[in-house]
């Protein structure tokens, strides 16, 4: 989000205070919106949204008040209203660049690329340097796979702004998916070297270090990030993955909120960055095993994410429940309102108190974060119903032979394939596998399995 530049108004309002219930007192616009934008800025979306709702009565058409509460609105999952409300403020006040790079965002969110690009280029058109503008427009065109006008966007926002971290590491993130791992390695350099403490920036370096066979340089990023914080549980996962001993049996809890909750608004565009395809992939394994669309089927989507597998799952479903860790990733989920119920636990626990309740249960990506298969495969076992499927992706595992499964540099488990078809048979359930590419990873196609286990009835 951006400061607003807003004209001083002199108009007088009643407007809430911080306490819903206190007295109200006269402020002018002015003070009434810089207070809501204060209450924004500290995540105090109730009440923000009440000194908006307040600003708006007293003036329906104010441009500043729109805009600001337009992204209250997209902070809470509303982005119709959001996208409403913006574009009214821009008719409005069309020469506001922030505005429109604020716009952009939005719309490359909810995957309305090619408007998202107009909104940066109407914010550029109107001020050139806008750093921001440039870097988000060179988002947005590696999401669109116009790699070298990305890169043009990110050097001209760096050659206005070489201290504009964000950029630094997105060019790194652009340069590390076209094979070009040193520069990118110099690039999330000079983006911790302005911003030391920087998570994301670590992580990607110690990510680029290890793709150029760096472990050792890798290793110590870690270790210098667990000495300032010894319970960091990302620099701990990633670690263990570095030294390749000492892994868990799967990443912890707080890995997978921290990493998720962290980027769930721009989830899905960076996985279209990415060819991503298991839920194309599990959607059809469910067609193939003969599974009818006559939505009769109790079905579980079992770490379901932002609900991209949803749409597909809900021909066949009758209730269509989805859980998840991450509260930010199911806070996207709501949006596809195709979920009969979102819960939000942790999957093995959530299975074990639920039996035979599914006639169908899809993982799309998510058992790559837990090495041991053994309890989770049980679980979903028992959850299912007698003659119930199980469908879900996993990583494949190298190695003449491969370990049954393995942490990998990038954080997240690869199995074998006869481990599958071992804890599958150990489970009860009809084994099935096919090999297939779940999407790309610094340019390179990731090998999966897509797993198919029946139950017997």
């Known amino acids: 989000m951006e400061d607003p530049s807003t004209p001083k108004r002199t108009e007088q309002l009643a407007a809430t205070t911080l306490e819903p219930k206190a007295q109200t007192r006269k402020m002018t616009l002015d003070e009434g919106l810089g207070l809501a934008l204060a209450q924004l800025r500290a995540e105090r979306y109730e009440t923000a949204a009440e000194l908006f709702n307040v600003i708006l009565k007293a003036r329906p058409q104010w441009a500043p008040a729109l805009h600001f509460s337009g992204l209250l609105a997209s902070e809470v999952g509303q982005p119709e209203e959001a996208i409403r409300r913006i574009e009214r403020s821009l008719e409005l006040a069309p020469d506001v660049p922030d505005w429109h790079s ?27 340097r806008h750093v921001n503008a440039h870097t988000n427009l060179g988002v947005l065109l590696r999401a669109l796979g116009r790699f070298d006008e990305a890169e043009a966007a990110y050097r001209t926002a760096l050659d206005i702004d070489p201290q504009h971290a964000d950029t630094w590491t997105n060019l790194g993130v652009l340069l590390n998916a076209r094979k070009r791992n040193s520069e990118a390695v110099e690039c999330f350099c000079r983006a911790i070297t302005l911003r030391p ?43 263990a993955a570095c030294r390749g001993d000492g892994a868990p049996a799967r990443a912890s809890d707080q890995f997978v909120t921290r990493t998720f909750d962290s980027f769930a608004a721009t989830f ?28 009769d089927l109790d079905v579980l989507d079992a770490g379901c994410g932002t609900g991209l597998c949803g749409p597909l799952l809900a021909p066949y479903a009758r209730t269509l429940v989805g859980v998840d860790l991450s509260a930010g990733m199911l ?79 990038h954080g997240r488990y690869t199995h074998a394939r006869h481990y599958i078809e071992r804890v599958l048979r150990a489970a009860g359930l009809e084994p099935l596998m096919l090999p297939a590419d779940l999407r790309l990873e610094s340019g390179a196609p990731v090998g999966g399995l897509v797993v198919r286990g029946v139950k017997p009835r």
Request: hydrophobic share 40%.
């Open 102 to 128: 604020n716009f952009g965002v939005l719309l490359q969110q909810q995957g309305q690329l090619e408007r998202a690009a107009e909104a940066f280029q109407r914010a550029i058109a109107l001020d050139p």
């Open 197 to 239: 403490k920087d998570t994301a920036s670590r992580r990607l370096l110690a990510l680029a270090h290890c793709t150029v066979g760096e472990i050792d340089k890798a290793i110590a990023i870690f270790e210098e990030w667990l000495a300032e914080s010894p319970d960091d549980p990302i620099a701990r996962h990633m670690l």
């Open 268 to 295: 899905e565009s960076k996985l279209e960055q990415l060819s991503y395809r298991a839920p194309q992939l599990v959607a059809a394994m469910v067609e193939d095993a003969g599974l009818r669309r006559e939505a």
């Open 331 to 409: 806070e996207h989920a709501q949006q596809k309102q195709v979920y009969t119920d979102l819960q939000q636990a942790e999957l093995t626990a959530y299975l074990r108190e639920h039996p035979a309740e599914y006639d169908l249960i899809v993982s799309a990506d998510t058992l790559c974060y837990f090495g041991v298969l053994d309890e989770a495969i049980s679980a979903a076992a028992a959850a299912l119903r007698p003659g119930g499927t199980l469908i879900f992706t996993v990583e494949r595992a190298d190695g003449d032979p491969p370990p049954d499964y393995h942490l990998e540099t």
